[in-house]
């Protein structure tokens, strides 16, 4: 028995994870950050302190057993670790490399208490490549219920509701209008944060578990969400088509040619891949001097993208500080370190033109005032203080509203800002119809969304009477496993198949 | 699912072909006015296609093509009977209103002939009297003009040249049109924007409520890009979604040419890198490089 860890006894320092230098990588599409080697991520487990509280485990969204899985790690039972993680979480390679973990796991981490918290993300990023790289891929023993459940949207509330469906032993269909599944992890997050491939391998791993994938299918359009429960035989649907309108400020201007939302940008350049133009037909009339409105995580990616498509120029507005930026600050600071203009307490009030294109952006400067409804103080501006920034591209990363679609096609019940209302459960105004993610709350991070999606899952089990169970277990009294593909069933009691 | 077979193609003109392709559910949940989105292959474009036609019994829906720029002249070479589109995401948009109009004007230019004629059948259905009017550049590039027979009352066709009905632009029609009946209660008009324009002048001064069906810039079709945005009234309209038919009357045509044109240097070099690349493939059918006309 090893001796209790203690907070001094640890490795003090956070295990640095190897990254791109931000002069080439601002040059490439290639991953910013490398990930662990094996003995990075030793290292880094031996800072967990396996503490008797878990907070992490509270402060994840679908509740990883975190302290469990990094014990594995330090044991190198790494592919135990990666058993641990997809009890939860199916897409580790994903939430590693994606989750705002300082606000979630790492922000309440006991060692973070004293000193850096452990890198849970980072960790949670080397077992997933690790088993994407080994090609292992966890498949439940599944036992077959007779029901038939509809996902609407592959992003990842959708795939994180499929997976627990299907492991329920439902027969699952995941909608998509997209030419190929995946949702905002394939059209909005860049290669760089997320790459497609990772995605692909991810939904490889759902589609084992029998999980159906229709493509350039428009729900609501190509048939209701009524004709789902009806003619189509739907027991139980989930709706999470993600938040979809981009919004726009309403200022002179917004019409001109080089004004676009952060969607287009980043949905032509990942999706459709218009940085390899003309190899792919999708154009992007790149930018030389960029501008991108807002601070979240979807700015700092249009940002930094507009940087790798070449621009000469990259400048970030912001009404407010730097204080109140919505996104990472990881992504901040990497958008720094490439070389990314801040303008911060800067408003924008017109766009000018000439030829219908735009070529300079009016602003005002801000001052902090009182604080606001959010509790965030709120953005005045200063009197006479407006002054223009030449630039030929501007990009709007203000936000989403709701997406129409399913409002006009159904008869859903709607909130007042127009996105689907749901209770408690997150079951909508039909009964078997569930929905979660940002059509439910409004944009969110990738995380929360799949929190909504196992939340839904939970309901949408109880509705058909399905036991609630994060595996699946087998059935008292059943021979024992063994006979199923070699399942281990020492580890956590439960049935598993190993594939490859 | 359907895996988009092209079932029929015909070719009406040397730059306007029609593909009908095989798809059920979709042919089942048409209505007039939507509209589909087409990736050729796995590396193209989506683009928007406004659906021309459905057949529930044989479950197909028709597109009609304009070969303009480098995604549709590659459809005019590849898509042939047999062949499938690598996608085909659809129907998209809010349905035309058919409305309970007694006496109705279906216009429709080039290549917004062949998306009007849902509309023309649909109206006709509701029991109105349908007054077709249909212009080409000339009698050459006429099509479908049986098919606008069966389903309107009257029909008239514009040629630039006169060398089939009248000469003279579609307002041409409207006007004549306007002169024999007192009592129109609206129109529909379907075609290139500066065609759109001149018909929502036309029928302004008539004081006919007239819809137009809008296709600006889009990718995904959905509402999640914003690239179709467009000005109606003091309003800015996503076409996807909350189109595609606004009043024609409150639009802002400039608006919608100038954002039309966003694209055009890129997709001019689109263009010249393909036809390159098809020359290298094989000299004797090689597309000769012309003038892009505007896209309708």
């Known amino acids: 028995m090893a001796k209790k860890k203690t907070i001094r006894s640890i490795p003090q320092a956070r295990t640095p994870m190897p990254e791109q230098a931000p002069e080439v990588r601002v040059k490439n599409f290639e991953e910013v950050a490398c990930g662990y080697r094996m003995e990075d991520a030793l290292v880094e487990a031996e800072r967990c302190l396996d503490c008797a509280d878990e ?103 959708g795939m994180a509701c499929a997976a627990d469906m299907a492991k329920a032993g439902c027969e699952v269909t995941v909608y998509e209008a997209f030419q190929e599944p995946g ?100 154009p992007l009339q790149p930018g030389k001097r960029v501008t991108v409105i807002g601070a979240g995580n979807t700015a700092m990616d249009a940002l930094r993208v507009s940087l790798r498509l070449g621009a000469e120029k990259v400048i970030c507005v912001y009404r407010r500080s730097a204080k109140e930026a919505p996104a990472r600050a990881e992504e901040i600071h990497h958008a720094q370190q490439e070389g990314v203009e801040f303008h911060w307490l800067t408003s924008p009030v017109e766009l000018l033109g000439e030829n219908n294109t735009v070529r300079a952006m009016r602003c005002e400067q801000m001052e902090l005032g009182e604080p606001d409804a959010s ?16 630039t030929d591209m501007v990009v709007f990363a203000i936000g989403t509203n709701a997406n129409p679609i399913l409002g006009q096609t159904s008869g859903l019940k709607l909130d007042k800002r127009g996105y689907i209302a749901t209770d408690e459960s997150l079951a909508t105004s039909i009964a078997g119809v569930y929905a979660g993610g940002d059509i439910v709350t409004g944009a969110a991070t990738v995380i929360q969304a799949m929190g909504a999606g196992r939340r839904a899952a939970r309901a949408m089990k109880a509705y058909l009477g399905l036991r609630d169970s994060d595996s699946i277990y087998a059935a008292e009294g059943a021979e024992s496993a063994p006979r199923l593909f070699g399942i281990d069933r020492r580890e956590r009691g439960h049935a598993r198949v190993h594939l490859g | 699912m359907s895996d988009f077979e092209i079932v029929t193609r015909a070719d009406f003109s040397d730059v306007t072909f029609l593909l009908e392709v095989r798809h059920p559910l979709m042919a089942k949940a048409a209505k007039p006015g939507q509209f589909v989105i087409v990736m050729e292959h796995e590396a193209g474009e989506r683009i928007p296609l406004t659906i021309a036609d459905f057949d529930r019994d044989k479950g197909t829906i028709t597109l009609v093509i304009q070969a303009v720029g480098k995604t549709t002249k590659e459809m005019q070479q590849n898509c042939r009977v047999g062949t499938h589109l690598f996608a085909l995401v659809g129907p998209m948009g809010i349905p035309s209103h058919i409305g309970k109009a007694k006496k109705v004007i279906c216009v429709g230019g080039g290549l917004g002939v062949a998306p009007v004629y849902p509309q023309a059948r649909a109206y006709k259905e509701s029991g109105a009297y349908v007054i077709g009017v249909l212009g080409f550049r000339n009698k050459e590039l006429m099509f479908w003009k049986d098919k606008f027979g069966a389903v309107c009352d009257e029909l008239i066709i514009c040629t630039d040249d006169g060398s089939e009905g009248l000469k003279g632009l579609v307002t041409a029609g409207i006007e004549q049109a306007a ?55 003091d309003r800015v309209k996503f076409a996807c979604v909350d189109g595609p038919d606004f009043d024609g009357h409150e639009v802002d045509f400039d608006d919608l040419m100038a954002r039309l044109a966003r694209y055009k240097p890129t997709e001019k070099e689109a263009l010249e890198h393909w036809q390159t690349a098809c020359r290298l493939r094989s000299p004797v059918n090689a597309v000769p490089a012309s003038a892009e006309p505007p896209k309708a």
């Open chain 1, 55 to 157: 907070p992490c485990v509270r402060g994840c969204p679908v509740g990883i057993d975190i302290p469990g899985f990094i014990k594995k790690i330090t044991e190198k039972s790494f592919h135990g670790a990666y058993n641990v993680i997809t009890d939860t979480n199916l897409l580790p390679s994903v939430c590693g490399r994606v989750c705002p973990q300082e606000n979630q796991c790492e922000g309440v981490c006991t060692v973070g208490d004293t000193l850096e918290p452990v890198a849970i993300g980072r960790l949670e990023r080397f077992i997933g490549d690790m088993a994407i790289d080994k090609g292992w891929a966890n498949v439940p023993y599944i036992q077959r219920q007779p029901f038939k459940v509809g996902i609407v949207g592959s992003g990842p509330a």
């Open chain 1, 183 to 282: 949702g905002v992890l394939k059209y909005g997050i860049p290669d760089f944060r997320l790459p497609n491939p990772v995605v692909d391998v991810e939904i490889d791993k759902l589609k084992k578990l029998g999980i159906r994938f229709e493509c350039n299918t428009l729900v609501g359009r190509l048939f209701t969400l009524e004709q789902m429960l009806t003619e189509m035989g739907f027991h139980a649907v989930f709706v999470g088509t993600g938040a979809g309108y981009p919004s726009f400020m309403g200022i002179p201007g917004e019409s001109l040619n080089g004004v676009l939302s952060a969607n287009e940008l980043l949905t032509r350049c990942n999706l459709m891949k218009a940085r390899d133009f003309p190899n792919h037909d999708t």
């Open chain 1, 375 to 390: 509790g965030r103080r709120r953005p005045v501006p200063v009197a006479g203080s407006a002054f223009e920034i030449e």
């Open chain 2, 179 to 233: 002169a024999r009946h007192s009592d129109i209660d609206e129109a529909v008009a379907i075609g290139p924007p500066i065609m759109m324009k001149g018909c929502a002048e036309t029928t302004r001064k008539l004081g006919i409520k007239t819809m137009v069906s809008l296709n600006p810039v889009m990718v995904d079709g959905t509402g999640m890009c914003g690239g179709c945005r467009v000005k109606v009234g």
